[in-house]
């Protein structure tokens, strides 16, 4: 069965710092991953998702994820983090239709002015 | 284009009290699930749906039900809410890609809390 691990609970960075938010998964074969972002009250967005081809995944809001099959990755980055930012982001990955999606815990990201 | 609507959004139920979460999509997909979200725990599968008359378990179906009876509703029962049912409540909608469940598409959220 699929799996998602993310390691950081609760990661705080400054305002124009750069982010990396870890996600690690367990899955037989490739797979298909998904960033989401969840502000507070909201329900999820999608941020980007990886089916296949290129490894390095481009998002909305300036966000970007990395493919490492060797190291079972899927970190997400920004260059430069904004105070809007702060929020929920959760890592999954998709299995054979009609079997569990599954997510990660989550991340929660604080940002200091 | 609504996306995926639930009603309604927050609720307050007493211990043994039943009710429905109602959710919507107009994006004609045909995978639906149930999931809740607790403190710590991100989210939880309940209940999902590959199309109309087809549902199945997720990771914690006890004490709900679902049925799906178009492409567009999946409602979720709870059959005598406990106070471990508090929880936020999402409702999400996904088609096929290759084989794979793609993008899952999320409503705003249920708060419900039972007293």
């Known amino acids: 069965a699929q799996s998602v691990t993310q390691p950081d609970i609760h990661i705080t960075v400054s305002e124009g710092a750069s982010l990396e938010l870890r996600c690690n998964y367990s899955?037989?074969?490739?797979?298909?991953l998904f960033w989401y972002v969840q502000s507070p009250g909201q329900g999820l967005q999608l941020l980007l998702k990886?089916?296949?081809?290129?490894?390095l995944v481009q998002g909305i809001k300036g966000f970007e994820a990395e493919f490492k099959r060797s190291q079972s990755s899927f970190n997400l980055r920004k260059p430069s983090v904004h105070w809007s930012d702060a929020a929920e982001y959760f890592c999954?990955?998709?299995?054979?239709?009609?079997?569990?999606?599954?997510f990660g815990p989550g991340t929660r990201l604080s940002v200091l002015p | 284009n609504a996306g995926v609507t639930q009603t309604p959004k927050f609720q307050v139920l007493k211990t043994g009290q039943s009710m429905t979460l109602q959710c919507a999509q107009d994006?004609?997909?045909?995978?639906m699930s149930w999931y809740r979200q607790d403190p710590g725990m991100g989210l939880r599968l309940i209940h999902y749906?590959?199309?109309?008359?087809?549902?199945d378990q997720g990771e914690v179906p006890n004490g709900y039900n679902v049925s799906r009876s178009t492409t567009e509703d999946f409602p979720l029962r709870l059959l005598s809410a406990a106070p471990s049912q508090t929880s936020v409540y999402f409702c999400?909608?996904?088609?096929?890609?290759?084989?794979?469940?793609?993008?899952?598409?999320f409503g705003p959220g249920t708060r419900l809390t039972v007293l």
């Open positions: 749906s590959v199309g109309a008359g087809i549902t």
């Open positions: 990886y089916f296949s081809g290129d490894t």
């Open positions: 899955y037989g074969a490739t797979p298909y």
């Open positions: 999400a909608s996904s088609r096929p890609s290759g084989g794979r469940t793609d993008t899952q598409y």
């Open positions: 994006m004609n997909h045909e995978y």
């Open positions: 999954a990955v998709g299995a054979i239709y009609g079997q569990n999606f599954v």
